[in-house]
C-alpha cells in the first residue's frame, strides 16, 4: 500500500490498503482453543467460504463517536412513555408481555458515507457477535499506517466475559436473585443455519463459565410442571435466534407459552422487536414534529435527523408521488430481516411495485454503503460495507463490517463476509 500521509483517513485506508489482515492460523487457534476442537476451522473454510473477509475495514473517531450518540439519542427516545405507546399499539400481543429486561444483542445497522453514518435499521436478533470477537483477536498489523489502530470500544480480551455478563444481567432483572442453571440456544433446524458456528461457540463459552447449555429446535422444548423443559432439564434462558420475532408460529407455541406466562426467560424477545427493530419505528424517529411533540430536546433530534435515513410509510393513498421518487428509495417490509424482500427502487418493476402496496413496507431514503477496495487472487475489487454496533442497554460492545456485492448484505461474495473495524484510539489525531 502506499505510504503518504492521506493514507492516515480511513477513507483512503478503505480505497488504497489491499492488505491481508487476518492470521489464518491466529483464527484457527482461537477457534480451536474455543471448542477444543482443530478440525472445525477447516470445516468453516469449505463450506462457508465467504463467512470472513480476509481485510478489515477502516472508520475514524468521529465516525464512531456519531454511531454513539445515534444509539444514545435513540434510547432516549424508546424510553419515552409516548414512544412505547405508539410502537406497542402497532405490535403483536406477545409484545405488550414485559419480562423488564431490556434483551441480547441489538444490531443497529450503518452506512457511512460521505455525510457521515446513517443509521439503516435495527435488528434485535442480531448474529456475528461471537464470531467477530474471534476474528478481531487473529488480525495482524499490516503495514505501518495500521499499528495502534483499535477494535474498542470493550477491549477485545474482555469481550467473551461482557458477554455473559450480558446473559447474567437480563436474569437478574428478570428473576432477581434465583441461579441461573441452563440457556438454550433457540432456532429452527439449529444446525442448518449458516451461523450454526456461533451457536456451538456460545454452547462453549457458557459451559466455560460454569452455566450448562444448549443447542435446540423448538419442538425439543415443552412445558412441564410449569416450566420450559428439554431433555436435559428445566431451561432458565431461551437465548432466542428464531426470525420468528413475535413467537406467532404454530411450530413456536410452545416458546409463545412460555414467553406469555413467565415460564422462561426468553432473549432477544417480542417486546424489544416491537420497540427497536420495527421498521416502521424509524418514522417516528426521524419525524420532527413528532418528536418535538414527545418532548425530545432539540438537540437530540438533529441527531436523530442527521443520523438515521428518513423513513415513511408505503400508503395506496401516495402510490403515485413514491413511485415518482422511486429512484431515490429502498423499500424494505416492516417485520423484514436479513435483506429479504427488500428492494432499491431504481430495480423496481411495475408488478413488484404492486406487491409492495399491497404488503406492509416502508420508504426509506437510499443511502449509499461505505466502499473498500480489496484483493480478490490477482485482482482489485470494489465491494460495498455496513457497519454493525452490537449493543446492549445502549452501551456499544462491538463494531463488525459486512462486505459484500449486491442489492444487500450476503455471504456469497469472494472476499466479503465479517470483517473487523479499526479506527485510532480516542485522543489520536492520525
Not at 419480562?99 to 434485535?124: A, K, M, Q, W
Request: proline share 6%; hydrophobic share 40%.
Amino acid at each position: 500500500m502506499t505510504t503518504t500521509s492521506s493514507t492516515n483517513s480511513a477513507s483512503a485506508l478503505n480505497r488504497e490498503c489491499l492488505c491481508t489482515t487476518i492470521n489464518p492460523a491466529a483464527l484457527e487457534r482461537e477457534l480451536a482453543a474455543a471448542l477444543d476442537d482443530n478440525e472445525l476451522y477447516h470445516t468453516i473454510r469449505e463450506t462457508r467460504p465467504h463467512l470472513f473477509s480476509a481485510t478489515a475495514v477502516f472508520v475514524t473517531p468521529d465516525q464512531v463517536n456519531n454511531m454513539r450518540a445515534v444509539v444514545e439519542a435513540i434510547e432516549t427516545v424508546i424510553a419515552t412513555t409516548a414512544y412505547r405507546t405508539a410502537a406497542l399499539a402497532r405490535a403483536s400481543a406477545t409484545a405488550v408481555h414485559d419480562s423488564r429486561c431490556p434483551g441480547v444483542f441489538l444490531g443497529y445497522d450503518f452506512h457511512l458515507g460521505e455525510h457521515g453514518p446513517r443509521l439503516i435499521e435495527i435488528n434485535t436478533n442480531a448474529g456475528g457477535a461471537l464470531l467477530n470477537t474471534y476474528l478481531a483477536r487473529a488480525q495482524k498489523a499490516c503495514c505501518p499506517e495500521m499499528q495502534g489502530l483499535t477494535t474498542e470500544p470493550v477491549a477485545l480480551a474482555a469481550l467473551e466475559e461482557e458477554f455473559v455478563a450480558m446473559f447474567r444481567s437480563e436474569w437478574r432483572a428478570a428473576r432477581g436473585g434465583s441461579p441461573l442453571t441452563r440457556i438454550a440456544i433457540v432456532d429452527d433446524a439449529p444446525a442448518t443455519q449458516y451461523l450454526y458456528l456461533e451457536f456451538v461457540l456460545f454452547q462453549a463459552l457458557f459451559r466455560r463459565h460454569g452455566i450448562d447449555a444448549l443447542i435446540a429446535d423448538p419442538a425439543e422444548l415443552e412445558i412441564r410442571n410449569g416450566r420450559l423443559v428439554h431433555a436435559n432439564g428445566p431451561v432458565d434462558i431461551v437465548y432466542n435466534r428464531l426470525t420468528d420475532f413475535t413467537l406467532d408460529e404454530p411450530a413456536h407455541a410452545g416458546l409463545r407459552s412460555a414467553w406469555l406466562d413467565d415460564l422462561t426467560l426468553i432473549t432477544p424477545h417480542p417486546r424489544a422487536h416491537a420497540l427497536y427493530a420495527d421498521k416502521r419505528n424509524l418514522i417516528s424517529l426521524t419525524d420532527p414534529e413528532w418528536l418535538r411533540s414527545a418532548g425530545i430536546p432539540p438537540t437530540l433530534i438533529d441527531i436523530l435527523m442527521h443520523g438515521i435515513a428518513h423513513t415513511r410509510l408505503v400508503e395506496r393513498a401516495h402510490a403515485e408521488p413514491l413511485w415518482a421518487e422511486r429512484k431515490r428509495l429502498f423499500f424494505k417490509p416492516v417485520a423484514g430481516y436479513g435483506s429479504k424482500a427488500v428492494y432499491r427502487g431504481d430495480k423496481l418493476t411495475r408488478r413488484v411495485w404492486e406487491e409492495i402496496l399491497a404488503g406492509d413496507y416502508v420508504a426509506q431514503e437510499l443511502v449509499p454503503p461505505g466502499e473498500r477496495q480489496v484483493q480478490v487472487e490477482a485482482e482489485s475489487t470494489t465491494l460495498k460495507y455496513d457497519v454493525r454496533c452490537f449493543v446492549y442497554a445502549g452501551k456499544i460492545q462491538l463494531l463488525a463490517a459486512r462486505l459484500y456485492q449486491g442489492q444487500a448484505t450476503n455471504f456469497r461474495t469472494p472476499g466479503g463476509g465479517f470483517a473487523p473495524v479499526f479506527y485510532p484510539p480516542p485522543g489520536d489525531t492520525a
